[in-house]
């Protein structure tokens, strides 16, 4: 093979979408993983030390390249994939801008191997800084080894400005999930800080995930199958009582690329509408596959987003096909699926034109933007209303409710026969979920299981923060095992665990030890506590992650009263007397109401009175 790589003429590299390709570790590796898929390689390696800020090597058995193409591949939109504009509209590979080397020799020290198999001896090529600082033949095996050292070692301000190890490394992991899941048929492993953290042989699409994320996950997988004229679907949904509260396991793959994409994610919600709750999320593992020529993926510089020429047929699908494999797998018998089993996707007439996609689309464009204020948004602007109203400090209200409980309205005392408790205090269960009692000024619902949980978080919460946490050890260790991905993040968590007085220990093989925990927490809750802090972290945003905050809030979740649990009036007395003494009795830390207040003038006026 000779010659391959070009560079693009002005006016189509013009044509691409603009922005920094390399921000982080995790952008270099998706893009040196992505090459390797890309050269055709059936065996791919990932080795990273220190979250991939002092090191970063993919080797892969792929194509290679010749001495000529190997230093031509450091240079800004050089690549084989594309020629003209019209190939943007019939991309096979997964790169095709020919920037990314480029990017990656501008702000690390490169050194790339690589030979073409036909070939004897192979091309070595130094670069730093992007200056060429050596070029000679080397003897190496077929394929192409790139390795990148220090990433950001000439833009300080960059260095600086990464996270820590624990969330760089959690996003590498989570570009090498992507691409491993998307390619089953490629063997990949992956060696974090020296230690075989992944090793994925070829398998089927069920095995690879079952490879990543656990045993457990053969149970809980459903199949998907659909085909029609306009995109082709495969893949599966996890069981609806394996769904997450957290953001869990959301994949679309298109034409074997992740993508982002919350129109579509919408869609499979709506087909987990009546299965789950309002604060869980479905997992999923979808696999498009879609004409190339209806599709643009042009239009994001990391090339996560796409656009989809006709994306509402694309979610009228995905939400049936969803229903339907919820349905045949008898989990949701009651739902009707006449509508969706005689549902048609009307196939294009022979000879109709496809309209070709545009280019100019804004990416941040979000068709829910209306529907999807969250309950945190509704939160704040609430508590800001709350924050106006003068009538209800902390402080008062403790007065009031001891007011309330020795004052004698015509209400009140209405309130007392209502609670059948036979006693005077002016408090009562309802639906053994709410505290419900009256102050002078109107009547409030204290939701049981957020107020105790709230009253816990700011007990740990002011823990962490004087750092005094006292551990009890356990008599005998608990051992948890943990998924590859799982583990892998652990490990870099480990401190930060001890930290919250959880005694532990790597062991090991996917498993780490508890030798003790804080005081006061069940041994039973042990598994579950890890799992939750892992949880926690995982899916949530860069900035919330390691705060003290992030930590109280899962060790608060276990050792606290859940609804449904009955609670005597002394019980109810102290829930409400400690709630009031928080930091923050009206909302919690992820912005849930935990209060509600009936004030007397709406009282009033809803039954039309002055
Ligand atoms: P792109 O992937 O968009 O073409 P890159 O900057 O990532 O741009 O790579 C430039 C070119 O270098 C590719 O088009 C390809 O020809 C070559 N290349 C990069 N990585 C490899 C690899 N691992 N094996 C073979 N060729 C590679
Ligand atoms: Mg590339």
Not at 227 to 249: A, D, H, Q, V
Not at 349 to 354: F, L
Not at 509 to 521: A, D, E
């Amino acid at each position: 093979m000779g010659k391959m790589i070009q560079l693009l003429p002005e006016h189509v590299a013009n044509q691409i979408a603009a922005g920094e390709v390399i921000q982080r570790p995790s952008s270099a590796v998706k893009e040196l993983l992505e090459n390797a898929v890309d050269a055709n390689a059936t065996k791919i390696n990932l080795v990273i030390k220190d979250a991939g800020k002092s090191l970063i090597q993919v080797i892969d058995n792929g194509n290679g390249m010749n001495a000529e193409d190997a230093k031509l591949c450091f240079l800004r939109h050089a690549t084989s994939k594309i020629k003209s504009t019209n190939d943007l509209f019939s991309i096979n590979t997964k790169g095709f801008r020919g920037e990314a080397l480029a990017s990656i020799a501008a702000v690390a020290q490169v050194e790339l191997k690589t030979k073409q198999i036909k070939e004897e001896l192979g091309t070595q090529i130094n670069i730093e800084g992007s200056e060429i600082t050596s070029e000679e033949p080397v003897s190496c095996s077929s394929g192409t080894n790139i390795l990148m050292k220090n990433l950001f070692f000439n833009v300080p301000a960059r260095r600086n400005f990464l996270k820590s190890n624990a969330i760089e490394t959690k996003h590498i992991i989570d570009e090498f999930e992507r691409i491993a899941l998307a390619h089953p048929s490629i063997h990949f492993t992956m060696h974090n800080n020296d230690h075989l953290s992944f090793d994925l042989p070829e398998a089927t699409y069920r095995q690879r995930i079952i490879n990543i994320f656990g045993k457990k996950y053969n149970e809980r997988l459903v199949p998907l199958e659909e085909k029609t004229t306009i995109t082709e679907i495969t893949g599966f949904i996890i069981k609806p009582e394996f769904s997450k509260k957290t953001r869990g396991e959301q994949f679309f793959f298109v034409n074997d690329r992740f993508i982002k994409n919350t129109y579509l994610n919408h869609a499979v919600k709506n087909a987990f509408k009546e299965l789950i709750s309002k604060d869980q999320f479905p997992s999923y593992f979808i696999y498009l596959t879609i004409p190339k020529d209806t599709l643009d993926i042009n239009i994001h510089p990391t090339k996560t987003e796409v656009k989809f020429q006709d994306d509402r047929s694309i979610y009228a699908i995905i939400l049936s096909t969803v229903k339907n494999s919820l349905g045949k797998y008898s989990i949701s018998p009651s739902l009707d699926f006449e509508q969706e089993s005689s549902f048609q996707i009307p196939p294009l007439k022979k000879g109709e034109a496809i309209k070709p996609p545009t280019i100019n689309v804004n990416p941040n464009y979000n068709p829910f933007q209306k529907t999807s204020s969250t309950d945190k948004q509704e939160a704040i602007s609430n508590s800001l209303d709350m924050i106006k109203e003068p009538s209800f400090s902390v402080d008062q209200g403790l007065n009031e409710f001891d007011k309330s409980s020795t004052g004698a309205t015509q209400l009140e005392q209405n309130w007392t026969g209502l609670t059948n408790t036979g006693s005077n205090e002016k408090i009562f269960q309802f639906k053994k979920k709410y505290v419900v009692t009256s102050l002078s000024s109107g009547i409030i619902l204290i939701d049981q299981e957020r107020a105790h949980h709230q009253v816990v978080f700011e007990k740990f919460l002011s823990q962490l923060q004087d750092k005094k946490i006292e551990t009890q050890q356990l008599a005998f260790p608990v051992q948890i095992e943990l998924s590859n991905s799982d583990y892998e993040l652990s490990l870099e968590l480990l401190s930060e665990i001890k930290e919250i007085g959880i005694d532990i220990d790597d062991f090991g093989n996917n498993t780490l030890v508890i030798n003790g925990l804080p005081i006061g927490f069940d041994l039973n809750e042990c598994k579950g506590l890890v799992e939750d802090i892992l949880e926690n972290y995982k899916h949530s945003s860069d900035q919330l992650i390691c705060t003290n905050e992030n930590l109280a809030w899962s060790l608060s979740r276990r050792g606290s009263i859940k609804s449904g649990r009955i609670l005597n009036s002394t019980e109810m007395n102290k829930l409400i007397n400690d709630l009031f003494c928080c930091d923050s009795p009206y909302f919690n830390f992820k912005g849930k109401p935990i209060i509600i207040k009936l004030e007397n003038d709406e009282i009033n006026s809803r039954f039309d009175k002055k």
